[in-house]
Structures are given as structure tokens and as C-alpha cells.
């Protein structure tokens, strides 16, 4: 059986962001979908809310399933946001999917770190073409030209990004990571080296009885970019030994 992929884009970019990984996970005859979230990508004009969240990745999951070949198990990916929103939906839906990969997003929700990225889309949503100049310009310092492509040009969530902020204060990613992984889902928790959002990557190993944990040395948040090859092989042992 050939495994399936379900990738879950973060904040403000869209499916166009796995382009790396995508492009490995074909080359292996891997079938991989790339979701977007409301408000994001195909999905700009769609208001997001968790349960909107929810139902994209679901429906996601549902066009994996559907792919052409070998039926096989289905594994969600998602990076930030993405790991959030998948965190939440595998809480919600234990049985849905066959693994996690929750990627960036080991950490609870904190008010202060809200407040700052709901600040900074509410601040670029007031810019010429809301921002799109800034993002560019950090992102291709930060990760590179090729890097920037990928993350920006599937579509960005500016509009929306604030009501994803709110809807993600809401979760509670520990008790979802824990019923899941209590319902035999096989988790696993991958972090940037540098990544903020890591600071409680151990609480969340310890909720999820069962899941491992990886760090990529050297990465920062936006890891699937900043280091592709590394995740690449990580989502390609996943694949052989799921």
C-alpha cells in the first residue's frame, strides 16, 4: 500500500508553499494533496473559522482517498497554522486520517504572540497590495528567492488572517493531540531549530503517549522551506515505514 499525504499550508501563503515537498513525493509515486485553508489560495474569498478549517482538510482528505492506485494510508501534514487547524481536526476526528506530522506548532496559544500576528495582518492589510512588497523582500532574505516564489505565489490571506489569528486563540492543541494519539493515531511532532514556536515541544511529545519528535538543525518556522530537503526525507521515511 502506498501511503497518501495531506498537506496543510501556514498563515498567509497557501498550497504552493509544499512545492518542495510535492515535488519529491511525486518523484517517489507518492499521491500527495496540497490544501488551502479559508482564506487563503483557491480559497481567498471564503471567511475563515475553524470549522471551516476543519471541513477543508477534511474534504483534502477525502480527494487523497480518492486518488488514483493502491489504496493506502493517509497521513495529514500541516506546518504553523497548518498544524494547528490539523491538530484540531485530528482532535475533533481521530479516525480521519492514519498519522500526523504537526510541524511548527509546538506550543500553546499565548496571548501576547496573538496579539502580534494579528497586529502585523491587520497593519499589512492596510498596505498597498497589503503588503506584498514586505513579504517578498523578508521572505527572500530570510529563505531565499526560490523559497519566496513558493510561499507567496499560490496566494496570500491577508484579508483573513486576523479571524485566523482569533479562531487558532481558541484551541486547545494539547487536549486535541492528546485524544488523538489515545485513539492509536501515530503523531509526530518536527521543529526548526531556530523556530519560536518550539518552546513546548516536550509538553506536547508528553500529551501525544507515543509520538517523536524531530528538530532540524539549523531551520527556522517556515522549516519546509528554509531546510526542504530535510523535511522531504522525513515525510519520505514516513511513507516506507507507515
Known sequence: MVVRFVLV??????HSMWRPQL????????????????????RLTTSFTMDAAVDAIREGVADARAADGEAGP????????????SMETVGRHPDLVDG??????STRPNRLG???????SVALSRLPNQGLVIDEVT????????????MLSGGRGIAESAAAVSAVADLRPLESVARAADAGLPIWFVNGQLDQFRLEEHRFVAAARGSQLTVV???T????????????????SIAENC
Open 139 to 150: 521572505t527572500r532574505l530570510a529563505l531565499g528567492r526560490q523559497a519566496a516564489v513558493d
Open 221 to 236: 518556522h517556515m522549516v519546509n522551506l528554509a531546510k526542504p530537503a530535510a523535511v522531504s526525507r522525513i515525510l519520505l
Open 217 to 219: 538543525p539549523g531551520a
Open 23 to 42: 515535488d519529491v513525493l511525486t518523484d517517489a509515486g507518492i499521491p500527495a494533496v496540497s490544501v488551502d485553508l479559508p482564506g487563503h489560495g483557491l
Open 100 to 105: 500526523l506530522v504537526a510541524i511548527g506548532c
Open 9 to 14: 499550508h501556514g498563515l498567509r501563503t497557501s
Open 74 to 85: 493517509v497521513v495529514l501534514v500541516g506546518l504553523s497554522l497548518g498544524g494547528f487547524t
Open 114 to 120: 496573538l496579539a502580534f500576528y494579528r497586529n502585523w
